[in-house]
């Protein structure tokens, strides 16, 4: 089955400052790539995603690149905010029956 | 409001006993996933369920159990529960494969 690893499990940055969260995946027959958002006693949010075709997609300060022959992708947050202070989970999925295969987390903390 | 229902919110119960979580997937989506969420193994995915029929299994315990309903709710029953059990439970739906709804899960707590 898929395996996902990320990294870092805490990232922190200064307010204003740009974050990065990289993840890998074993499966190359994964095509689907979201990244969850997951605040204190709140289930996970989606916050941006990415099919195998694309290689970048940009909504506003978040960006999200993949790279498929590394088979990894990566998260990028820039202008970091104190509502940005949370936790991050990439996923990678096939689009069949499983469900989403999720990394570990990264704990973002923004220092003001 | 994600449009996920998940209830209850909170659950303390001892171990041994037989509980029942509880998900109204959002308008329109047909397939429940339930994920266990704990400190050391992060989100794993349990079971899937699509318009009533089991879809897919992962990590699912023989003492966990599933079901989704004709009205499409589902509920995940946890029986014989250890104190390893104690974790946040959630429940995602969706109506294209990958694209989920997770409600605000249901914490158990196992003494």
């Known amino acids: 089955g898929e395996n996902v690893e990320q990294h870092p499990s805490t990232l922190s940055v200064q307010e204003g400052d740009s974050a990065v969260i990289k993840c890998t995946y074993s499966?190359?027959?994964?095509?689907?790539f979201p990244w969850y958002k997951q605040e204190l006693g709140k289930g996970p949010q989606l916050i941006i995603d990415i099919r195998s075709n694309v290689g970048e997609k940009k909504d506003q300060r978040i960006a999200v690149t993949l790279n498929k022959t590394a088979k990894h992708f990566s998260l990028h947050i820039t202008e970091t905010q104190p509502e940005d202070s949370a936790v991050y989970f990439c996923?990678?999925?096939?689009?069949?029956?499983?469900?989403?295969?999720f990394g570990k987390g990264t704990h973002l903390i923004i220092q003001p | 409001d994600s449009g996920v229902t998940q209830t209850p919110k909170h659950l303390i119960t001892a171990t041994g006993q037989r509980v029942t979580l509880r998900c109204s997937p959002r308008?329109?989506?047909?397939?429940v996933y339930w994920y266990q969420q704990s400190l050391d193994q992060g989100l794993q995915f349990l079971i899937q369920y699509y318009n009533g029929e089991e879809r897919a299994k992962g990590n699912i315990l023989e003492r966990f159990s599933a079901q989704q309903f004709p009205d499409l709710h589902s509920e995940l029953n946890l029986s014989s529960l250890e104190l390893g059990d104690s974790a946040l439970y959630f429940c995602?739906?969706?109506?294209?494969?990958?694209?989920?709804?997770f409600g605000s899960g249901t914490r158990l707590t196992v003494v």
């Open positions: 308008s329109g989506d047909l397939s």
């Open positions: 499966d190359s027959a994964s095509n689907y």
């Open positions: 996923a990678a999925t096939g689009g069949g029956a499983d469900g989403l295969t």
């Open positions: 995602a739906s969706s109506v294209v494969a990958g694209y989920y709804t």
